[in-house]
């Protein structure tokens, strides 16, 4: 089976430019989750979705932050304008819900922002 | 946001060693779960764990969920090279959605040859 899937792996842009991370998560797993990983703050939940409907952003950092979901296998994290200290390794992660609350990892976009 | 207080935050042991890592709360969890996470690669889930006093293993891992439900360890027993990368725990909250988990910070884990 295949895993969580990210692109692009790696991401460098400069400032102010525009940034669209991509998600597709396993197949018939209801719920969606975008983090952030950094050596000062570790992993941060930034959203996550449960049947593509956005349940909880409070760690979306600012309004340059949004996410969509327009169907169940994918979603995008877009970053608009990004900024140095958006730097960082974003990773989608997806659960399939009921009893057991097991995330499964993608392999993370590493994002550089000049 | 908050985070699991996960100790020792690095261990630098040799090969065929045993290693041995924890993570508390001052809350209550449901879940335990652990994961390994390897250079430029996402966590990959290793052991879940879902009722309080439970041991569970996973080939040379074994995990427990604490009896308190505040805690849980990790061990790994005649450690190998493949085993180097950052561990983190992650629990549910007992009092917060069922969906969310804390992260704890991590251990490093390094095999000196």
């Known amino acids: 089976d295949a895993g969580v899937i990210q692109s692009p792996r790696h991401e460098v842009t400069e400032m102010g430019q525009e940034v669209t991370l991509r998600c597709k998560p396993i197949s018939g797993h209801d719920y969606l989750f975008w983090y952030r990983q950094t050596m000062m703050r570790g992993l941060e939940l930034l959203i996550y979705?449960?049947?593509?409907?956005?349940?909880?952003d409070s760690g979306m950092p600012e309004d340059r932050f949004s996410a969509k979901m327009p169907n169940a296998s994918f979603s995008t994290l877009k970053i608009q304008p990004s900024e140095p200290r958006d730097s960082a390794v974003y990773f989608c992660?997806?659960?399939?819900?009921?009893?057991?609350?097991?995330?499964?990892f993608g392999p993370g976009t590493r994002l550089t922002v000049l | 946001g908050q985070q699991l207080n996960q100790s020792p935050q690095s261990m630098f042991i040799q090969e065929g060693e045993d290693v041995s890592m924890n993570c508390t709360s001052s809350s209550i969890f449901n879940t335990w779960l652990w994961y390994k996470q390897d250079p430029g690669e996402g966590p990959v889930l290793l052991i879940a764990?879902?009722?309080?006093?439970e041991l569970t293993s996973n080939g040379r891992l074994t995990a427990q969920f604490g009896i308190t439900r505040k805690d849980s360890f990790l061990n790994i027993s005649a450690s190998i090279p493949s085993d180097v990368g950052i561990y983190f725990c992650?629990?549910?909250?007992?009092?917060?959605?069922?969906?969310?988990?804390?992260f704890g910070t991590g251990t490093r884990l390094t095999i000196i040859p």
């Open positions: 764990l879902y009722k309080a006093g």
């Open positions: 992650a629990g549910q909250h007992a009092n917060f959605g069922n969906e969310k988990l804390t």
């Open positions: 979705f449960n049947n593509n409907v956005p349940i909880d």
């Open positions: 992660a997806s659960m399939s819900g009921g009893a057991h609350n097991e995330q499964f």
